[in-house]
C-alpha cells in the first residue's frame, strides 16, 4: 500500500477518549526508512511524539508497580543496554527500562526509548537469550517509528481531522494510542508487517550484542505451544505467535548463517 499504510485497527470512539486541547504538530509526508528498505507515511513529528512516550512512561509507572527488586531492574537494563549499544543507538534516544509487578508474560516499547518488562514474561523466559529476543524486538519498533506510523494511519482515519486539530492530552491518553501493552490499554496494535520487521532486527540486533538470535526461535514456540494448550499468554494479543512467524524467523536466521 502507499507509503506503507495499512488498513486503520481502530474506531473513532477510542481514539477520541481522552484528547485535550493542545496542538499536535503535523509534518509532510513519506520517508524511506533504510533499516526496513521501503517508505514510511510520517505525519507527526518525532520529537513530540516522543514527548507522549515521556509522558506515557511516566504515567504507567506511577499506575503500575515497578520492581523493586535491584536484580530484577539490573538485569534488564543490561540486557537493554547491550542491545542499544550493539545497534549504535546509545545518543539516538533517551533510553530508559523498567521492570513492573505483573504476572501477564508482556512488554512493551514507547516512542523516545522507553522499554517496560513485566516480571511474568521476565518468569517465562528460559535464559538472558530469550529476554533479549523480546527486548531486541521492543527496541526494533522503537527505532522503526512504527509508533508513528500508527498515529499517521489514525489521522487519515475517520477521526484524522479532530486528532490533528485537537492533539493529545496528558500521559494515559498518549499510552493508550501508542499501544503500552495490552494492561495499558492497547488500541493500536501492530500490523503484521510491522510485527514481521521489527522479528527481523530483533535478531540482528540481538546477535550484534552477543546473544544467541536463536532463542528468539525457542521463546515464539514456548508461546505458540502455550496458545495451543488453551492458556496464552498476554503478549500474544499483541504479538500473535503462529506458524508463518516461527517461518519467517527460521528463514532469517538461515539468511544470518545459523541453522
Known amino acids: 500500500s502507499m507509503c506503507g499504510v495499512d488498513k486503520p485497527l481502530f474506531s473513532s470512539r477510542t481514539m477520541l477518549r481522552g484528547l485535550g486541547a493542545s496542538s499536535l504538530l503535523v509534518v509532510a509526508g513519506c520517508s524511506t526508512n533504510p533499516q526496513l528498505g521501503r517508505q514510511q507515511l510520517i505525519l507527526v513529528d518525532e520529537g513530540q511524539l516522543s514527548e507522549m512516550g515521556g509522558a506515557a512512561w511516566r504515567d504507567i509507572r506511577q499506575q503500575e508497580r515497578v520492581s523493586r527488586s535491584p536484580q530484577l531492574n539490573r538485569r534488564i537494563e543490561e540486557i537493554g543496554s547491550r542491545i542499544v549499544r550493539a545497534a549504535g543507538l546509545e545518543e539516538r534516544y533517551d533510553w530508559e527500562y523498567a521492570v513492573f509487578e505483573n ?143 516461527i517461518a519467517a524467523l527460521q528463514q532469517e536466521l538461515r539468511a544470518m548463517g545459523y541453522s
Open 103 to 245: 504476572e501477564q508474560a508482556n512488554a512493551f516499547a514507547l516512542p523516545g526509548g522507553k522499554i517496560g518488562v513485566n516480571t511474568g514474561l521476565i518468569e517465562l523466559a528460559r535464559s538472558d537469550d530469550e529476554i533479549a529476543a523480546v527486548v531486541g524486538h521492543e527496541v526494533a519498533h522503537v527505532t522503526s517509528r512504527h509508533s508513528a506510523e500508527r498515529v499517521s494511519q489514525s489521522m487519515l482515519s475517520e477521526v484524522g481531522v479532530s486528532l490533528a486539530q485537537m492533539g493529545l492530552g496528558g500521559g494515559e491518553a498518549a499510552a493508550a494510542l501508542l499501544g503500552a501493552g495490552v494492561q495499558y490499554g492497547v488500541l493500536l496494535p501492530y500490523s503484521r508487517k510491522q510485527e514481521y520487521e521489527a522479528d527481523r532486527l530483533g535478531l540482528h540486533y540481538a546477535a550484534a550484542a552477543g546473544y544467541d538470535p536463536r532463542a528468539a526461535l525457542t521463546f515464539w514456540q514456548s508461546m505458540a505451544e502455550q496458545k495451543q494448550q488453551g492458556q496464552p499468554a498476554e503478549f500474544l494479543s499483541t504479538h500473535p505467535a503462529d506458524a508463518n512467524r
